[in-house]
């Protein structure tokens, strides 16, 4: 098992969201509660974001996850769970 040095924070999931996924930088957010789809992002941006994370850190792409039940926090918590497992 290899540990990751560094932890991925609700910063670096921000910047995808912005730089990778269309996020506005306007609707960046220091809230680990907002949920995905408030920040007005759709199901095809969670598809994106899911493949951005499995490119960049390792996290399996779910198919069957839904965009309205993460928050962006719960994100945070999945990329940092699959880094640790890789």
Not at 26 to 38: G, L, N, Q, Y
Not at 49 to 62: I, R, Y
């Amino acid at each position: 098992m290899t540990v990751q040095n560094t932890t991925f924070g609700l910063d670096d999931l921000m910047d995808l969201l912005v730089a990778k996924v269309g996020l506005p930088a306007s609707a960046r957010t220091a809230d680990p509660d907002v949920m995905f789809t408030d920040l007005g992002l759709d199901s095809l941006a969670f598809l994106q974001l899911q493949t951005e994370l499995q490119q960049a850190h390792g996290l399996p792409v779910d198919e069957s996850a839904h965009a309205e039940d993460h928050s962006l926090g719960s994100i945070v918590d999945m990329v940092n769970s699959a880094r640790v497992d890789a």
